[in-house]
C-alpha cells in the first residue's frame, strides 16, 4: 500500500491526495509536518534530507516534491488516457 507523509491541509499533500482518488489507488497518509509529527527527526530526514512534505513510498521507491510525485503516479498507475505512453501526446 501507498504511504504518503503530508499534513491534510498542505496544498502540496492535496493535490497528491486528489491524483491517489482519480487512480483509485488504495493508500495511507500520515500526518507530518506543522503541528503534527516532525519533518525534523534522523528517521525523517532519512526519507527526504530537506525535511519537507510531501512524501510517497511505494514499496522500495521513495519519491519527494508534489510535482514528481504527481508524475510517478501518472506514469506507474494511470491509464493511456490519464498520462499518454506517448511523448508527444503529453505534450499539448
Do not use: C
Not at 500500500?1 to 489507488?25: C, D, F, H, P, T
Not at 534522523?42 to 513510498?57: F, H, N, Q, S, T
Request: no cysteine; charged share 25%; net charge negative.
Amino acid at each position: 500500500m501507498i504511504k504518503i507523509y503530508g499534513r491534510q491541509n498542505s496544498s502540496s499533500v492535496q493535490l497528491v491526495m486528489w491524483a491517489v482518488a482519480e487512480l483509485g489507488i488504495e493508500n495511507e497518509r500520515l500526518d507530518y509536518g506543522h503541528s503534527h509529527a516532525s519533518t525534523q527527526t534522523d528517521e525523517y530526514l532519512a526519507l527526504y534530507p530537506m525535511g519537507r512534505v510531501p512524501i510517497l513510498i511505494d514499496g522500495d521507491v521513495r519519491v519527494f516534491e508534489s510535482a514528481a510525485i504527481l508524475r510517478y503516479l501518472a506514469a506507474q498507475y494511470g491509464t493511456d488516457d490519464f498520462w499518454p505512453k506517448d511523448p508527444a501526446r503529453r505534450a499539448p
